[in-house]
């Protein structure tokens, strides 16, 4: 495990210890002669909003991106962004302590951590969800505040016309990829032409070898760049280094072959989700196919043996063998949604829309606090408990990675969880070949674009509460009328969908997994209506678990929560943890963690085929400021089902664990030579979600009786089951009456 700098000890321990404005802009618009390239093609050129050609159609591409600030997020999607703006993605530099109180991007260096460059990918990440947040919310303190790295970066190339801080030049460019995507934002709003020429001159007048782990990524960043400037000679960088990811990366599970190889996989699961777009990114630009293939079959085999009930695959740092225990981290939530779209555009498939919906309406909200004020680092299906002791994951197994904080074991997630929303809402609206619009996604919003052969400047409006809702109204407002095609998707889980034009039923079939596209002059105050109806249906999960879905959402059971700040817990935390008693540089730490005070310990007495007829499903008053409240959640299912005595809380005093050795001492090499990865023994008061019972399971029954419990969208649980044991499947004989209608207390002191 220690044959290269990027191993996954090496990698976290890396992790650990790294654990300019629009006035400027305006000015550089005024005086380009100021800093940066100095050529007229380098100088930056405002463009219009709804132009056509800040985002251009890559030649193979079905879809593709519109300009960022073509969209408009409204409603609930608006409520969300907001949120975070108010919360981390506004105020890390304030609450998540080191590497984020630094200044970043936007200095020459930051001092303390010379010898170590992840503090660059974790800013990095911030200031791509920062921007873009800042873009979609027409917020422009947010983007002056992210804008503060990109333009510092550009207005200070080195002399060969190197990007960024001095000590990645030569060490390590995994960090760039990260960041350039904030720029790719920049130039998408504002059409700074700048941005091209400036990453075009990086990656040809600075040579670099690009071998080392995800330093293949770099792909991402060349394409972009030759989509715009058309220089074969990226082109052909981007090949030599897709030629040597095919032949001598050496990262586990993430390779070409590893991709196609059909069999489960142990990669790191950031380092899978972002490699793997690298087929797709060629294919769009080639159109070459087995290139798309690579791409391809890497997401089916996450399907295959790794996907997560609530969108995104296992990812406690490896990919593991499926349980209803395993978790990913925040980080794979972003970087899959993220890879998903661009085989999305690639390809037209609604599989990767249905599948990016999915994530973004149930893991993204289940991993962080309604306020968008907290994270965990690993989020999982079934936490019953999320606390400083309760991670039950092996990777650093008991600590406080469950618990909701700002900071973390690394600082990756608290970056990356930026990302998220803002690249969904930024994907929402997608352009055809033929210069039509796409509602590729679902949400609340408003799109501006000019459309058709004559590029005409229409505005649609989507009113909708999807996915709480299965009714969605497009409004369209132009000053003539206008013919252009209009697309809409039916999902692959909706069997009976229904699309009408002003009243009209759309006369043609409508089939699940398909977009539909709509050719015909378009008046201003058309409507365009999409149904799709959402039925109950349950999925199957390993140890003979059971799961409720109700159209693009999950549902989980519905956990009262009492939530305590860790701020008295903190010796606690540092004897758990060992490590990590730095709050100063790490207020973050101090979080929340959340116990239960009503009972979990449920098997549904459902099955398949009376899942539709068994459950109640109720609508609820809906709060469009807060449609993941936990208190008041939009929607809610009551399903029967049975106590099962005897399933508790798992309270060990000795645990395996793998990760976490603290040897300050030594170089990530000197860690990985000496150690090899072990697992080890921690000793200390644990106290971890159990694994489903199952008919072998000693010291359980069932009560007599079947109750009604609740269920919620995933999302707005926290505390949360979300793959259940069956009834049918749980041997053992029934309690007293007065045992199954016994009810369970927990309390709080009993986990510190």
Same mark, same amino acid.
């Given at each position: 495990?220690?044959? +290269?700098?990027?191993?996954r %000890?090496?990698?976290?321990?890396?992790?650990i210890?790294?654990?300019?404005?629009?006035?400027?802009?305006?000015?550089? @618009?005024?005086?380009?002669?100021?800093?940066?390239?100095?050529?007229?093609?380098?100088?930056?050129?405002a463009q219009?909003?709804?132009?056509?050609?800040?985002?251009?159609?890559?030649?193979?591409?079905?879809?593709?991106? @519109?300009?960022?600030?073509?969209?408009?997020?409204?409603?609930?999607?608006?409520?969300?962004?907001?949120?975070?703006?108010?919360?981390?993605?506004?105020?890390?530099?304030?609450?998540?302590?080191?590497?984020?109180?630094?200044?970043?991007?936007?200095?020459?260096?930051?001092?303390?951590?010379s010898?170590?460059?992840?503090?660059?990918?974790?800013?990095?990440?911030?200031?791509?969800?920062?921007? %873009?947040?800042?873009?979609? #919310?027409?917020?422009?303190?947010?983007?002056?505040?992210?804008?503060?790295?990109?333009?510092?970066?550009?207005?200070?190339?080195?002399?060969?016309?190197?990007?960024?801080?001095?000590? @990645?030049?030569?060490?390590?460019?995994?960090?760039?990829?990260?960041?350039?995507?904030?720029?790719?934002?920049?130039?998408?709003?504002s059409?700074?032409?700048?941005?091209?020429?400036?990453?075009?001159?990086?990656f040809?007048?600075s040579?670099?070898?690009?071998?080392? $782990?995800?330093?293949?990524?770099?792909? /991402?960043?060349i394409?972009?760049?030759?989509?715009?400037?058309?220089?074969?000679?990226?082109?052909?960088?981007?090949?030599?280094?897709?030629?040597?990811?095919?032949?001598?990366?050496?990262?586990?599970?993430?390779?070409?072959?590893?991709?196609?190889?059909?069999?489960?996989?142990?990669?790191?699961?950031?380092?899978?989700?972002?490699?793997?777009?690298?087929?797709?990114?060629?294919?769009?630009?080639?159109?070459?196919?087995?290139?798309?293939?690579?791409?391809?079959?890497?997401? %089916?085999?996450?399907?295959?043996?790794?996907?997560?009930v609530?969108?995104?695959?296992?990812?406690?740092?490896?990919?593991?063998?499926?349980?209803?225990?395993?978790?990913?981290?925040?980080?794979?939530?972003a970087?899959?949604?993220?890879?998903?779209?661009?085989?999305?555009?690639?390809?037209?498939?609604?599989?990767?829309?249905?599948?990016?919906?999915?994530?973004?309406?149930?893991?993204?909200?289940?991993?962080?606090?309604?306020?968008?004020?907290?994270?965990?680092?690993?989020?999982?299906?079934?936490?019953?408990?999320?606390?400083?002791?309760?991670?039950? +994951?092996?990777?650093?197994?008991?600590?406080?990675?469950?618990?909701?904080?700002?900071?973390?074991?690394?600082?990756?997630?608290?970056?990356n969880?930026?990302?998220?929303?803002?690249?969904?809402?930024?994907?929402?609206?997608?352009?055809?070949?033929? +210069?039509?619009?796409?509602?590729?996604l679902?949400?609340?919003?408003?799109v501006?674009?000019?459309?058709?052969?004559?590029?005409?400047?229409?505005?649609?409006?989507?009113?909708?509460r999807?996915?709480?809702?299965?009714?969605?109204?497009?409004?369209?407002?132009m000053?003539?009328?206008?013919?252009?095609?209009?697309?809409?998707?039916?999902?692959?889980?909706?069997?009976?969908?229904?699309?009408?034009?002003? +009243?009209?039923?759309?006369?043609?079939?409508?089939?699940a997994?398909?977009?539909?596209?709509?050719?015909?002059?378009?008046?201003?105050?058309?409507?365009?209506?999409?149904?799709?109806?959402?039925?109950?249906?349950?999925?199957?999960?390993?140890?003979? $678990?059971?799961?409720?879905?109700?159209?693009?959402?999950?549902?989980?059971?519905?956990?009262?929560?009492?939530? /305590?700040?860790?701020?008295?817990?903190?010796?606690?935390?540092?004897?758990?943890v060992?490590?990590?008693?730095?709050?100063?540089?790490?207020? $973050?730490l101090?979080?929340?963690?959340?116990?239960?005070?009503?009972?979990?310990?449920?098997?549904?007495?459902?099955?398949?085929?009376?899942?539709g007829?068994?459950?109640?499903?109720?609508?609820?008053e809906?709060?469009?400021?807060?449609?993941?409240?936990?208190?008041?959640?939009?929607?809610?299912?009551?399903?029967?089902?049975?106590?099962?005595i005897?399933?508790?809380?798992?309270?060990?005093?000795?645990?395996?664990?793998?990760?976490?050795?603290?040897?300050?001492?030594?170089?990530?090499?000197?860690?990985d030579?000496k150690?090899?990865?072990?697992?080890?023994?921690?000793?200390?008061?644990?106290?971890?979600?159990?694994?489903?019972?199952?008919?072998?399971?000693?010291?359980?029954? #069932?009560?007599? /009786?079947?109750?009604?419990?609740?269920?919620?969208?995933?999302?707005?649980?926290?505390?949360?089951?979300?793959i259940?044991? %069956?009834?049918d499947?749980?041997?053992?004989?029934?309690?007293?009456?007065?045992?199954?209608?016994?009810?369970v207390? @927990?309390?709080?002191?009993?986990?510190?």
């Amino acid at each position: 495990m220690a044959n +290269n700098d990027l191993s996954r %000890r090496g990698f976290i321990l890396n992790a650990i210890a790294g654990s300019t404005s629009l006035a400027s802009l305006q000015n550089a @618009l005024a005086n380009p002669g100021e800093g940066g390239p100095q050529n007229d093609a380098d100088t930056p050129v405002a463009q219009s909003a709804v132009g056509s050609d800040l985002d251009p159609h890559a030649p193979f591409a079905e879809f593709s991106e @519109l300009p960022i600030r073509s969209i408009e997020p409204q409603g609930s999607l608006k409520a969300y962004l907001e949120k975070q703006r108010d919360g981390i993605t506004g105020h890390l530099d304030k609450t998540g302590g080191f590497p984020f109180d630094t200044d970043g991007w936007a200095s020459p260096e930051i001092s303390d951590i010379s010898h170590n460059p992840y503090a660059y990918e974790q800013t990095g990440y911030w200031i791509d969800g920062m921007i %873009r947040c800042g873009y979609l #919310l027409q917020d422009d303190k947010l983007v002056e505040k992210a804008t503060r790295h990109t333009n510092y970066v550009l207005d200070h190339p080195d002399k060969d016309g190197y990007l960024g801080p001095l000590v @990645l030049k030569t060490k390590l460019r995994w960090p760039h990829v990260v960041f350039f995507r904030a720029l790719f934002a920049q130039w998408s709003a504002s059409g700074d032409r700048r941005i091209p020429s400036a990453i075009k001159r990086h990656f040809l007048s600075s040579p670099y070898p690009y071998a080392l $782990g995800r330093e293949a990524c770099s792909i /991402e960043a060349i394409l972009w760049t030759y989509e715009r400037d058309k220089d074969p000679a990226l082109l052909n960088l981007a090949h030599d280094i897709y030629r040597k990811f095919e032949t001598s990366f050496k990262l586990n599970g993430v390779s070409p072959a590893a991709y196609c190889d059909g069999k489960p996989s142990d990669a790191h699961g950031v380092s899978y989700n972002e490699m793997a777009k690298l087929g797709a990114l060629l294919y769009m630009q080639t159109g070459e196919k087995d290139y798309l293939n690579v791409s391809v079959q890497a997401y %089916r085999k996450l399907d295959a043996f790794h996907m997560l009930v609530d969108g995104v695959n296992v990812s406690s740092e490896e990919m593991r063998e499926l349980t209803p225990l395993e978790s990913h981290e925040t980080c794979d939530i972003a970087d899959y949604t993220w890879t998903v779209g661009y085989l999305l555009m690639a390809t037209g498939n609604t599989d990767y829309a249905d599948k990016i919906e999915r994530a973004c309406f149930n893991a993204a909200p289940g991993a962080v606090t309604e306020d968008f004020n907290y994270l965990q680092y690993f989020s999982c299906p079934n936490q019953v408990i999320a606390a400083h002791n309760t991670n039950h +994951n092996v990777y650093f197994r008991g600590d406080r990675t469950m618990s909701y904080a700002t900071a973390h074991i690394a600082a990756c997630c608290s970056g990356n969880v930026n990302r998220i929303m803002p690249n969904f809402a930024s994907r929402l609206w997608l352009k055809d070949k033929d +210069n039509g619009l796409v509602a590729a996604l679902y949400a609340p919003s408003q799109v501006k674009h000019r459309v058709g052969k004559q590029l005409q400047e229409v505005v649609v409006t989507e009113k909708t509460r999807y996915p709480f809702s299965d009714r969605i109204v497009f409004t369209m407002d132009m000053k003539q009328d206008c013919e252009f095609p209009f697309t809409v998707r039916i999902p692959g889980w909706c069997k009976s969908a229904s699309v009408m034009v002003n +009243n009209q039923p759309l006369n043609e079939a409508l089939t699940a997994g398909t977009y539909v596209k709509i050719n015909r002059k378009f008046h201003d105050g058309d409507e365009v209506v999409v149904i799709l109806p959402q039925e109950v249906k349950t999925s199957d999960w390993p140890l003979d $678990g059971i799961a409720l879905e109700r159209g693009p959402l999950v549902y989980s059971l519905k956990i009262d929560q009492d939530w /305590e700040s860790t701020t008295a817990l903190m010796e606690s935390i540092v004897k758990v943890v060992g490590v990590y008693n730095f709050t100063s540089r790490y207020p $973050g730490l101090l979080g929340r963690n959340a116990y239960p005070k009503s009972p979990w310990n449920y098997a549904l007495d459902i099955n398949s085929e009376n899942a539709g007829s068994a459950t109640k499903v109720t609508e609820n008053e809906w709060h469009e400021d807060a449609p993941w409240s936990s208190k008041e959640p939009p929607i809610q299912l009551q399903v029967p089902a049975r106590r099962v005595i005897g399933w508790d809380l798992d309270r060990p005093s000795e645990i395996t664990v793998e990760g976490g050795i603290d040897d300050p001492g030594l170089t990530p090499k000197e860690y990985d030579a000496k150690y090899d990865d072990p697992s080890w023994l921690r000793k200390g008061d644990f106290v971890l979600t159990p694994q489903l019972p199952t008919e072998s399971t000693s010291g359980i029954r #069932l009560a007599d /009786e079947s109750e009604l419990v609740t269920l919620v969208p995933y999302g707005c649980a926290k505390l949360r089951l979300t793959i259940f044991p %069956r009834v049918d499947r749980i041997a053992g004989g029934a309690h007293t009456e007065s045992e199954s209608n016994q009810k369970v207390s @927990l309390n709080h002191q009993d986990f510190n």
